[in-house]
C-alpha cells in the first residue's frame, strides 16, 4: 500500500518549524482578560503553515481558540486535510474540547504537538487520542 504524501511522518525539522511559528504567533494574542496567549500553528497538505491566536472579546464569551483561529486560516486557503498542528502556552496546555472537535472534523489523525513557550521538548499526540468516540453525523 502506498502512503500519500499528506499521511507522511512528520520529521523533526517540521515540527520544530511549527513550533517556532507558534510561539510566534502567540506573541500576538489579543488576551487582555485571562492573559493567558495561545499560539498555534497548521501544516496544511500544502506544505505551508498557517498561524494563530487566541482572540478574546469585551463580550467574554465571543472568544476564540487558537487553534481554531489557525485551522480557519488553513482551510480558507484552500487546505483540505491538515496534517498537524502546534500549540504553544505558558504551561504546555492541551487543546479545549471545542477545539479538539473542530480538529477531529479535518482530520482525526492530525498530529499535535503541544509545548510551553520556552520548553526544549515536546510531546505529540493526534486529535482522535485526545478525544475518543467523537461526535460524527451518521451519512
Ligand atoms: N484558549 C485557546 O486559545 N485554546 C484552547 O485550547 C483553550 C483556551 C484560550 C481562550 C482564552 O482566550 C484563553 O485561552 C483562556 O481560556
Not at 500500500?1 to 504567533?25: G, N
Request: net charge negative.
Amino acid at each position: 500500500m502506498s502512503t500519500a504524501p499528506d499521511d507522511s511522518a512528520l520529521s523533526e525539522i517540521e515540527i520544530l518549524r511549527l513550533l517556532e511559528a507558534a510561539r510566534d504567533v502567540r506573541l500576538r494574542a489579543h488576551a487582555p482578560y485571562s492573559k493567558y496567549q495561545v499560539g498555534a500553528a497548521v501544516l496544511g497538505d500544502d506544505g505551508h503553515i498557517y498561524g494563530g491566536c487566541n482572540l478574546e472579546n469585551a463580550s467574554y464569551g465571543l472568544t476564540i481558540c487558537a487553534e481554531r483561529v489557525a485551522i480557519g486560516a488553513a482551510i480558507s486557503k484552500g487546505v483540505i486535510k491538515p496534517r498537524a498542528i502546534a500549540v504553544v502556552t505558558a504551561d504546555a496546555a492541551s487543546p479545549c474540547g471545542a477545539c479538539r472537535q473542530v480538529l477531529v472534523e479535518f482530520n482525526p489523525e492530525i498530529t499535535v504537538i503541544i509545548a510551553g513557550q520556552h520548553d526544549d521538548t515536546y510531546r505529540t499526540t493526534t486529535a482522535a487520542e485526545l478525544l475518543p468516540d467523537y461526535f460524527r453525523l451518521a451519512r
